[in-house]
C-alpha cells in the first residue's frame, strides 16, 4: 500500500508534468515594435512578416491622417497554416468583443497559398481603425455589435498609399471618364463590394482612392479624415450625411458635392497620369489661380487674391472664392511635391473667405507668401548649387553641346572647290551668268 504523502507528490508530479506540456504546447508569440501587436503563430519568420506588416500598414495611416501613434488595446493576431481538419475555415475572422478588463481585438489568419499582401494588409487594416474607432467607447456593453469601417475606407487607404495601386487606379478610372459614365457619389456610397465580380471590384478600389483622395485634398483634409474615423462608431445609416457633417466645405447645403466630386475624378484620370508640374510651371500655375475675376454692378474686375478686404463683401465673391478652393485642391494633385503644402494653405483659406471668415486671413496669407518666397530662394541656390558642382566638379567636357559646336566649326569654314577641268568650266560659266 502506497502511502497518502507519496501519493500527493506522484499526483503534484503528473499535475506539474501535464502543465508544462501544455504551456510547451502553446503557439510561440512575437511582440511588434510600438508593442500594440502581439503575434503568435508557428513560425519566427512568419510572426516576425506579420508584425513589420502591421507596424507599416499602421505607419501609413497614421501618416495618412497625420496623426500620432498612441493606442490604447492590443491587437492579437493568430497567425497559422491551413489544417485539413478544418477545410472550411475562413482566411480572416475578426473577433471584436468586451470583456471584464476591456475591449478585445484579436484576429485569425491563415496564410495559404492564395493569400495575397494586399489581403493580409487590409484585413489588419481593419483592425487598426477599429481600435481607433473603439477607443474613446471602453464602456462598449459586452454582446454590442461593432461598427465596421467602410469597404471604400479599406480599399481607399491603401490604393492611395502605394505608387503602384494610384497609378492603376487612374487608368481603370479612365474608361467611365471617357465615356462620361462617371459613377455619382451616392450611387458609389451605396454599393456593396462583397457582392460585386471582379471588374466590379476593381472599379470600386478605383473609386475609393477616388474619394479618399477628395477627402484629403479638401479644407483640413487629414484632420477632418481623422475625425470621421473616430465618430463612426455613432454614425448614421446615410453616409452622405456623415461625410456632409465632417467635411462641410465639400458637401455644402447648395448640393455642390456631386458636381465637385466629377469634376474631381475627371481631373484625377486625366492629370494624374501624366508628370507632375516642375516647379515654374507650379507657380505659373498658381499665380493664374490667385488672380481672380470678380463682377460687380455689371463690369468684370481682376483682383489679387491678397486684396480680398476689396471684394470679400461683393455678391460674386462666394461663388469665385468656392471654385478657387476646388481648383487648387486639384491644382495639389499635380503640382511640384514642394509646392503642396502652400497649396492646401491657399485652399483653405480661399474656403474661409467664401464663408465670410477674415479673422487672421491677413497674417496667414503673410505666412505662405514668406512660404512661397523661402521656396524660390531654395530654388535658386539649388540651380546655382548645380551650375557651379557642374563647372567646376566635372572631371570632363559633358559632351551635351558636341553638336552645336561641331555646326559651328562647320560654318565658319570654306568651302572647298574642286580644281578638276569641267568643275572651272561650270564655275567659269556660272561666273559669266552672273555678272
Known amino acids: ?15 506539474i508534468a501535464f502543465d508544462s506540456a501544455m504551456v510547451a504546447a502553446e503557439p510561440e508569440r512575437s511582440v511588434s515594435t510600438s508593442r500594440q501587436f502581439v503575434v503568435y503563430g508557428p513560425e519566427l519568420r512568419l510572426r516576425g512578416a506579420i508584425c513589420d506588416l502591421a507596424e507599416q500598414t499602421k505607419r501609413d495611416l497614421l501618416q495618412l491622417i497625420d496623426q500620432r501613434g498612441e493606442w490604447t488595446t492590443p491587437i492579437v493576431i493568430n497567425v497559422r497554416y491551413p489544417q485539413a481538419n478544418l477545410p472550411e475555415a475562413p482566411r480572416a475572422a475578426l473577433n471584436f468583443s468586451q470583456t471584464g478588463f476591456g475591449l478585445k481585438l484579436q484576429l485569425d489568419l491563415i496564410v495559404a497559398a492564395g493569400v495575397t499582401h494586399p489581403q493580409l494588409r487590409r484585413e489588419i487594416l481593419r483592425t487598426i481603425l477599429l481600435e481607433r474607432m473603439y477607443r474613446g467607447h471602453p464602456d462598449v456593453p459586452a454582446g454590442t455589435t461593432y461598427v465596421s469601417p467602410p469597404d471604400w475606407l479599406l480599399d481607399g487607404v491603401p490604393a492611395q498609399q502605394a505608387d503602384s495601386g494610384s497609378s492603376a487606379a487612374v487608368d481603370i478610372l479612365a474608361a467611365p471618364v471617357s465615356a462620361k459614365k462617371i459613377l455619382s457619389l451616392a450611387d458609389f456610397l451605396r454599393q456593396r463590394s462583397d457582392v460585386l465580380d471582379a471588374p466590379g471590384r476593381s472599379l470600386y478600389r478605383a473609386y475609393s482612392m477616388a474619394l479618399v483622395e477628395f477627402l484629403l485634398h479638401g479644407p483640413e483634409g487629414r484632420h477632418r479624415l481623422a475625425r470621421f474615423i473616430s465618430d463612426l462608431p455613432s454614425a448614421s445609416n446615410d453616409p452622405m450625411t456623415d461625410l456632409r457633417l465632417h467635411f462641410p466645405e465639400l458637401f455644402d447645403a447648395n448640393g455642390s458635392a456631386e458636381k465637385e466630386w466629377t469634376a474631381f475624378v475627371a481631373q484625377l484620370a486625366t492629370s494624374q497620369g ?3 508640374f516642375g516647379a515654374e510651371e507650379t507657380e505659373r500655375a498658381l499665380d493664374e489661380l490667385l488672380l481672380l475675376r470678380i463682377t460687380n454692378a455689371g463690369s468684370e474686375k481682376r483682383y489679387s487674391f491678397d486684396e ?3 471684394f470679400i463683401r461683393m455678391a460674386s465673391a462666394k461663388p469665385a472664392l468656392v471654385a478657387l478652393s476646388r481648383e487648387l485642391s486639384i491644382l495639389s494633385a499635380r503640382a511640384n511635391p514642394i509646392y503642396q503644402p502652400i497649396i492646401l494653405e491657399y485652399a483653405e483659406i ?8 477674415t479673422k487672421r486671413i491677413a497674417e496667414r496669407l503673410a505666412g505662405v507668401k514668406l512660404a512661397r518666397r523661402s521656396v524660390a530662394l531654395q530654388r535658386q541656390r539649388i540651380d546655382d548649387y548645380m551650375n557651379w558642382f557642374e563647372a567646376t566638379k566635372s572631371r570632363g567636357p559633358s559632351g551635351a553641346f558636341d553638336d552645336y559646336m561641331r555646326a559651328a566649326e562647320l560654318a565658319t569654314q570654306r568651302e572647298q572647290t574642286r580644281r578638276d577641268p569641267i568643275s572651272l568650266y561650270l564655275d567659269a560659266l556660272e561666273t559669266q551668268f552672273q555678272n
Open 274 to 276: 501624366c508628370q507632375l
Open 308 to 310: 480680398f478686404a476689396n
Open 1 to 15: 500500500m502506497i502511502p497518502s504523502c507519496r501519493l500527493g507528490l506522484i499526483g503534484l508530479c503528473c499535475f
Open 350 to 357: 480661399a474656403s474661409l473667405l467664401a464663408r465670410g471668415k
